[in-house]
């Protein structure tokens, strides 16, 4: 059974992995059935889901940050109808402390930094102090800039490098080593080798001393292998998922959660 400690309460799974279900309140996600409400967590909750993920800014490749007023627009009202009918664990994907504090208060429990707290440092405090848990994950750049750069001597080393110095920031502001999870950010500033390539070693990333989310949901690289588009690549969403699992990962971060719960089932009955 795999465990994960949140600020007042630990989940545990008696699957492989957790499901962290993608819930986009953006106009702009690159999957356009990601984005919506209560609905869509509605559907999460009855699919299996154990953690939704809230974002109220776009990280797709191409995309502009939004501000902190309009991230707060977005992503409060959902947080706030999911606690109506809902204790589930809610994370919210940001990198702003003002929108954190205030999701936080209305009942968020996980930090998602796709800057792994470099682009507000005040986020660090904020988790040291409130014992929420926080992801952090490895990017090049923005999304407007991500993708021109995706050359490496060694990718495994220098997202494991980076990710352990950001580590060790977390841990030197406060913050708890049982409240820190990884993302090796796929797709964020990598081709598709060095996306395959991080998949494959997913479970020796920090020495394999924290539990790593994959977040590999019908993303470019998987298109580059099946020649999908976004809304097809269901099936090869699936393939990687359990692949990552196999290797290591604790958690998947996934547009279908029913799909991707059931397929745990069949890799834990098979195990």
């Known amino acids: 059974m795999k465990s994960l400690k949140l600020r007042d309460k630990t989940i ?33 909750i009855s699919g299996g889901t154990d953690i939704i993920d809230i974002g109220g800014e776009s990280s797709r490749p191409g995309s502009e940050y939004v501000t902190a007023e309009e991230e707060i627009k977005r992503v409060i009202p959902v947080i706030e109808e999911i606690r109506k009918i809902s204790d589930i664990p ?8 003002e929108v954190m504090k205030v999701a936080f208060e209305a009942g968020a429990d996980i930090l998602n930094d796709i800057s792994a707290l470099e682009d507000d440092e005040r986020l660090a405090l904020f ?4 014992k929420i ?3 952090l994950m490895h990017k090049r750049g923005n999304p407007l800039t991500m993708q021109k750069n995706t050359a490496y001597k060694n990718v495994f080393d220098e997202v494991n490098d980076y990710l ?10 406060g913050i708890a080593e049982d409240k820190i999870w990884l993302d090796a950010g796929i797709g964020f500033g990598k081709n598709t080798s060095d996306n395959f390539q991080l998949i494959r070693r997913c479970g020796e990333i920090c020495d394999g001393k924290y539990p790593v989310l994959m977040a590999l949901s019908r993303k470019t690289c998987i298109g580059d292998i099946t020649g999908k588009t976004t ?21 998947i971060r996934v547009h279908d959660t029913s799909e991707a719960a059931d ?9």
């Open 133 to 135: 848990p926080v992801i």
């Open 263 to 271: 397929s745990l089932k069949i890799l834990s009955a098979l195990s």
């Open 164 to 173: 352990k110095s950001r580590v060790n920031f977390a841990k030197n502001s």
């Open 231 to 251: 809304e097809e690549r269901l099936s090869g969403t699936i393939a990687a998922n359990l692949i990552a699992v196999q290797k290591g990962a604790s958690l």
């Open 12 to 44: 545990t799974t008696k699957l492989p992995a957790f499901v962290m279900g993608i819930l986009n309140a953006t106009p702009d996600s690159f999957f356009s059935q990601s984005r919506g409400g209560i609905e869509i967590a509605k559907k999460m």
């Open 90 to 97: 809610i994370s919210v994907d940001t990198r702003k402390y």
């Open 127 to 130: 988790a040291a102090e409130t």
